[in-house]
C-alpha cells in the first residue's frame, strides 16, 4: 500500500463543527477520508482542464433503441475507437428506452472529442460524459 | 414513434453561423438534433432541481481494490438499495485500480443518498454521480 | 476572529505531493488555507441544495442595450424584488453591450427564480447564475 | 441591429410540450428567446473550453474585512492586474463579511489565472469564477 504521511490543518471551530455535520450526513467515516476525497476531486478537475496524461471517461447515454439502426450506428461508433473503448454496460429501461454507460480511457482531448460524437449521434435523448482518474491519484 | 411537429426559429444570422459551426465540430447531422439535445438537457436538469418524478442516474467510482475489504463493503451498500440498483459495471485499470458504474433508478433524493454513501465510502479514490433521465423525454 | 483549532489529517505521501504542487500553483499560502477552502466550497453547494437559510449569489448578465427597451425592463425587474436586489454593477463593453453584475440575498430558491426571469429576460445574451454564502460559515 | 433569419426545428410533439411549461416557468417570451440562449451557453462553453479569443468573466468573493490587511491584499493583486480588470462592486453583508464580484477580460488562460489568484487569496471564505462573453455572439 501506499506511504502514508500526517499533516495538521488550523481551521476555524465553527466551520469544523459545520464540516463534520456534513461529513455525518455523506456518511464518511473520518475527516482525512473526506478531505482526501474533496482533493483528489480537485486534481481531476485540474487534470482534466490541462488535458495532460492518461485520463479514464465515462459517457452516460439514454436512446430509443427502435431509433431507425441507432443500436447499430452506436455500436460501430464505439468499435471505430475501439482502442479508447474500455467498455460498455447495457440497461433496458423500458420497452423503448435504453441507457448506457460507456468507458473510455486515453488523452482527455480525444475522449471528449469520442464522448461528443456518442452524445451527438441522431436519436441520443441525453448524454453526458464525466472525467475521472486511473487511479493513480495516491 | 413519437408525432413530430415542426416550428421556426427566428435568430441572428451570425449567431446561427456560429452554431452551425459547432454543430458541425459536435458531428450533429443537423441543427434539429442539436436543438433537440439542448432542449432535453434544460428539461432534465430542472427536473433534477425539482427532485420531480422517477429518475436514474449513474455513479463512477475509481477505488483500490487492495484496499481493506472495499470491494465487499461497496457490494454489500449495493444490495442494500438492491430496489434503486439497476445493475454495475465493474472495469480492471491496472494491477490495484477498478472503475465501477453503478445504474440507479428511483426518487431524485433517494438516488442522490445512495450516490454520497458510495462516494464517500473509505478507500474510494474518485467519485462522480450523473443525473440522467428514464427517457420518457419524448 | 474566530476560535482557531487543528487537527490532523492522514493522507497517501504522493497524494499530498500532487496537492502541493497544485496549492503551489493556485498561489495559496498554506495547506490549511486551500483546505478551508474546499470545505467551505462542498458547504456552501449543500446549503444551495437544500435551500435552506439565507444565502447571497450574484447573476451575470450580457446584453446589447441597443435593444428595444431591455435596460429599462431589467431596471424594472430589480425594482420589483428590491428587497432581495442588493446592489448592481454595470460595464460598457463596447458601443452595444453591457455587463451587468446583480447581488442577491435571501432564501435560497426566490433568488433562483429571479436569477431565471433576469437570464430569461427577451434580449440578454448570456446569463449566469452564482450560489454564494453571507459569510458566516466560520 | 443584427440580420434576422429564421429557420425550422423538427421535434417530437411531447418535447415541445415539456419545454413549452419550462419557458413558460422560466418566463421566457417565447421559443426562440429560450433557444437563442440555449445556443449561446453552448459556444460560451466551447470558447472558454477552447481557450479561444477575448473573453469576459466574473469572480465573486466573499470574506471577512477583519482579517488582517486582507482587503489591502486583494485590492493591491487587483491592481497588479489592472489591464484584465476593469472594475470592482463592493458590499457590506454585516458588521464583518464582504462580497466583491470582480469584472476581468482578457485572454481565457489569464483570466482563470487571476481569478485562482484571487480566490486563493488567504482569508477569502469563498470564490466563484463565471464564463461569460464580451458580448460579440450576435
Redesign the interface.
Known sequence: ????????????????E??DA??A????????????????????E?QWEKGEGEV?G?V?L???H??SDLAERLTESQHSHHKEI????H?H??A????E?V?L?GAAAQLKHIA??L??T?G?????F?????????
Open positions: 500500500m501506499a506511504n502514508v504521511v500526517r499533516f495538521g490543518v488550523s481551521i476555524e471551530e465553527r466551520l469544523l459545520r464540516f456534513l461529513i450526513e455523506k456518511a464518511y467515516v473520518n475527516r482525512s477520508e473526506a478531505l482526501r476525497d474533496l482533493i483528489r476531486a480537485s486534481l481531476v485540474e479514464v465515462t452516460t439514454v436512446y430509443d427502435h431509433a474500455v467498455s460498455t454496460l440497461v429501461l423500458d423503448h428506452n435504453c441507457l454507460v468507458v480511457r461528443d460524437g452524445i451527438g441522431k441520443v435523448k441525453h448524454g453526458k464525466v472525467a475521472t482518474t486511473t487511479g493513480e491519484l495516491g
